[in-house]
């Protein structure tokens, strides 16, 4: 029933700047964390960023972290992943996901909903 649609990737160039956006349709989020992964050629899907349900507490992989911020706005039902500073190593396809409870979570298994993911290029 829930359905989960990313926006905004593309293709950037390295130490550039993108925006993407998950909007969720179906019920309202505001009672569950959510959270950004990504995916890059031949490796494993891992957490980028984590966002609780008001938005009070986030998480960042140390990969990212000071580069990238992840906000929400449960009145819209959408999470944001601002992503500053690009490098090559970020591009990845980016997965939006809801989780099971308030707080944020860093495992797959603890997601209950998923995106389609949209495709981040960033060339060197």
């Known amino acids: 029933q829930v359905q989960l649609v990313e926006s905004g990737g593309g293709l950037v160039q390295a130490g550039g700047s993108l925006t993407l956006s998950c909007a969720a349709s179906g019920r309202t989020f505001s009672s569950y964390a959510m959270g950004w992964f990504r995916q890059a050629p031949g490796k494993e899907r891992v957490v980028v960023a984590a966002?609780?349900?008001?938005?009070?507490?986030?998480y960042y992989a140390d990969s990212v972290k000071g580069r990238f911020t992840i906000s929400r706005d449960n009145a819209k039902n959408t999470v944001y992943l601002q992503m500053n500073s690009l490098k090559p190593e970020d591009t990845a396809v980016y997965y939006c996901?809801?989780?099971?409870?308030?707080?944020?979570?860093?495992?797959?298994?603890?997601?209950?909903?998923w995106g389609q993911g949209t495709q981040v290029t960033v060339s060197s």
């Open positions: 966002i609780s349900g008001n938005g009070g507490s986030r």
């Open positions: 996901a809801v989780a099971n409870g308030y707080n944020w979570a860093l495992a797959q298994y603890q997601y209950r909903y």
